[in-house]
């Protein structure tokens, strides 16, 4: 079975500053990758996600993400953070089989911004 | 444009008691899904819905009952509540597995078992 690891619980940037939210996962194909955002109280909202094809994806609210095959990561950059960034961010991902049980989520970056 | 609404979005319920969570969508979408919560876990699914009369369990389902009787309406059912449901809890849809399209999220539903 797949999984997915964001080694870091909390990060702290900021405001302007950039930004890197890391993401590994473990799968023996090429997954499905996505990133959501989760605003308090909120529920989660799709950023971005990859498929196939060129492995820098742009997603909404000014943030990308890069697939690197060799490293197994799907890491979300934005280059300059705005307090309206503070969020929760998940990565996911899914399998091909396109089973709706086959789509995991990480355990998730908080992340916080600075004035 | 109301997308995924899920009802109550708080709740305290003693242990041994029941209740439905409500979910709608009004997308159209085929595929549903309820999911659970808790502090750094993720989500983790407990039933989904690949349409009107069909379900599965997912990762989490015990203490849990779902049904679907038409497209729009996927409530979540918990019977016997226990401490352990405490959670925040995600309906969800798609168009098509979720593995590879987008899951629209509705805003959660609070749940405190005291």
């Known amino acids: 079975a797949q999984s997915v690891t964001q080694p870091d619980i909390h990060i702290t940037v900021s405001e302007g500053a950039s930004l890197e939210l890391r993401c590994n996962y473990s799968y023996g194909a090429t997954p499905y990758l996505f990133w959501y955002v989760q605003s308090p109280g909120q529920g989660l909202q799709l950023l971005l996600k990859y498929f196939s094809g060129d492995t820098l994806v742009q997603g909404i609210k000014g943030f990308e993400a890069e697939f690197k095959r060799s490293q197994s990561s799907f890491n979300l950059r934005k280059p300059s953070v705005h307090w309206s960034d503070a969020a929760e961010y998940f990565c996911a991902v899914g399998i091909s089989s396109g089973s709706a049980r086959q789509l995991t989520f990480g355990s998730g970056t908080q992340l916080t911004v600075l004035p | 444009n109301a997308g995924v609404t899920q009802t109550p979005k708080f709740r305290i319920l003693k242990i041994g008691q029941s209740m439905t969570l409500q979910c709608a969508q009004d997308m159209n979408h085929n595929y549903m899904y309820w999911y659970r919560q808790d502090p750094g876990m993720g989500l983790k699914l407990i039933y989904y819905?690949?349409?009107?009369?069909?379900?599965d369990k997912g990762e989490v389902p015990n203490g849990y009952n779902v049904s679907r009787s038409t497209t729009e309406y996927f409530p979540l059912r918990l019977e016997l509540a226990a401490p352990s449901q405490t959670s925040v809890y995600f309906c969800?849809?798609?168009?098509?597995?979720?593995?590879?399209?987008?899951?629209?999220f509705g805003e959660g539903s609070w749940l405190t078992v005291v």
């Open positions: 969800a849809s798609s168009y098509g597995g979720s593995s590879g399209n987008t899951i629209y």
């Open positions: 819905s690949v349409g009107a009369g069909i379900t």
